[in-house]
């Protein structure tokens, strides 16, 4: 089992920067690969980054490709969003979840074991 909260969200202008960070707990953090989703009001899910368990590879959405970091702290238990130069159209409730399968990094909604609740982030124009 494992048990996700994200934070950090929030409201900003465009051009501005968020970080976003995710808290698990329960199973060993470095037994998932670990991904950050996005959904917009009337919009599907949608991948925007993801980690693998030791934090050696990291793929991003090619729409925040440039802008978006994505980092983990297996000591701390943690993953961060680093989100820089935002856009009104990154405008979501963003969510991270963990994929307990470590043999290829995915990055279908679907194929994700746990979720958090999800953070607000709203970028003004």
């Known amino acids: 089992q494992v048990h996700l909260v994200e934070s950090g969200g929030g409201l900003v202008q465009a051009g501005g920067s968020l970080r976003l960070s995710c808290a698990a707990s329960?199973?060993?953090?470095?037994?998932?690969?670990m991904g950050w989703f996005r959904q917009a009001p009337g919009k599907e899910r949608e991948f925007v980054a993801i980690?693998?368990?030791?934090?050696?590879?990291?793929y991003y959405a090619e729409s925040v490709k440039g802008r978006f970091t994505i980092s983990r702290d297996n000591a701390k238990n943690t993953v961060h969003l680093q989100m820089n130069s935002l856009k009104p159209e990154d405008t979501a409730v963003y969510y991270c979840?963990?994929?307990?399968?470590?043999?290829?990094?995915?990055?279908?909604?679907?194929?994700?074991?746990?979720w958090g609740q999800g953070t607000q982030v709203t970028v003004s124009s």
């Open positions: 979840a963990a994929d307990l399968n470590l043999l290829i990094v995915r990055t279908r909604a679907t194929e994700y074991d746990y």
């Open positions: 980690i693998s368990w030791s934090g050696g590879r990291t």
């Open positions: 329960g199973r060993s953090f470095e037994t998932y690969n």
